[in-house]
C-alpha cells in the first residue's frame, strides 16, 4: 500500500471500472459463472460497509488492458 494509496467506496469502483453494479457483485461471488478470482479483495469498514484500494482498482484495469 502507497503513502497516498484510498480506499475508494463500491459506488466510485464501478465508475473506474465502467461496469454496471450486477457485473461487479458477478465478478466477486465464486458461485456466479462470471466470477474473477484476481480481481481485488473488498476492505471491512466497518458492519456494513466496505471499501476497496484505489491502486489495486487501477492495477486491475490496467491488467485487462494488457491482457487483450
Known sequence: ????DRIIRR???IALLGIGKSTFA???NPKTKRYRPDF???IQLGANSVGYLESEINA?????????
Open 26 to 28: 458477478d465478478w466477486q
Open 11 to 13: 459506488k466510485e469502483a
Open 40 to 42: 481485488p479483495k473488498k
Open 1 to 4: 500500500m502507497n503513502q497516498s
Open 60 to 68: 486491475y484495469i490496467l491488467s485487462l488492458a494488457n491482457s487483450r
